[in-house]
């Protein structure tokens, strides 16, 4: 790790929101070639938390027991000596263009320009995630990003069903991005059709906004009853009072991908990015569904906001 100059180091936040930015500028991958150029992703919502908040601890009770802790993960990935006094987790949100956005309204299956877009998204995640955890280690900074580690994982609990060692939408809420909805989804001021990234750096973290002290948007706190649109836009029937059933959400995806995965890679460019479950990591496409998350208020903003 270069050794960095003296003085006041920028805050986590400024500096990320900053090279976020440049790097969606720049990203030749953020635009779809198969359909006129459209652009994957507008420019990122950046939020930041204190490594050390005791919420990240919760997320041991609530994601998984092996959440990771972000001192920790950082020490384990920093050079021998790195001042590790502050230590901040840098989350952003990526919202989809309102090209894909618009295609995937009012369909009972994903559009092709969706499903290639949250393909790609995948990859542009992880390509910007490996960039900035680069550019902020050349220039003297400890830093990782959990999902490029081998301590990542995703996979079944008997208490959690699906689950991870980072859940990407609770870091989100930690750094203020937002609260969780019906859908399950974070809802940020840039609404919910959104995909998360984060990385862990030894900088202060600087003018974060407040986090929710609800983790609940209105829509799950009163079980649907301010706003269920989202519910009756799921075609698997996997939203109720209760929320998001994974598993029903989990068995549509796969039917999805079943459906549409040999056909969209022979058709169109995708990009692969590392598909990680049960210990496991290739390279790998991955469909999605989002269709609860379009044509909803909360689609491009925060209705409660």
Not at 281 to 301: F, H, M, N, Q, W
């Amino acid at each position: 790790m270069r050794e960095r100059s003296t003085g006041a180091p920028p805050s986590a936040l400024q500096f990320v929101r900053q090279l976020a930015r440049d790097f969606i500028g720049a990203s030749a991958g953020n635009r779809l070639e198969d359909f006129g150029d459209v652009p994957v992703f507008d420019m990122p919502l950046v939020g930041a938390v204190d490594g050390r908040d005791p919420v990240f601890q919760v997320f041991r009770e609530v994601v998984s027991p092996g959440h990771l802790m972000p001192p920790e993960i950082l020490e384990r990935y920093s050079g021998a000596g790195a001042d590790l006094s502050c230590v901040s987790v840098v989350s952003w949100a990526l919202p989809f263009s309102q090209d894909v956005r618009r295609s995937n309204r009012g369909r009972d299956w994903p559009s092709p320009l969706y499903s290639v877009a949250r393909n790609n998204g995948g990859a542009i995640i992880f390509g910007m995630s490996r960039r900035l955890t680069e550019q902020l280690r050349g220039s003297g900074f400890a830093a990782v990003s959990p999902i490029l580690t081998e301590e990542y994982d995703a996979f079944r609990s008997a208490e959690h069903g699906l689950s991870s060692t980072w859940s990407e939408r609770h870091v989100a809420y930690a750094a203020g991005l937002g609260s969780f909805g019906l859908h399950g989804s974070l809802i940020t001021p840039i609404g919910s059709y959104v995909r998360f990234g984060s990385l862990v750096v030894n900088l202060p973290t600087g003018p974060a906004a407040p986090r929710m002290d609800d983790y609940r948007a209105p829509c799950l706190s009163t079980g649907g009853e301010t706003c269920g649109l989202c519910r009756d836009r799921c075609p698997a029937g996997a939203i109720s009072e209760n929320g998001m059933d994974k598993e029903k959400c989990y068995v549509r995806r796969n039917e999805i991908r079943e459906r549409n995965l040999v056909g969209y890679a022979g058709k169109y460019r995708m990009l692969p990015s590392p598909i990680v479950k049960g210990g496991t990591r290739k390279e790998g496409y991955s469909l999605g569904c989002a269709l609860c998350l379009c044509g909803v208020p909360c689609e491009d903003t925060d209705p409660e906001g």
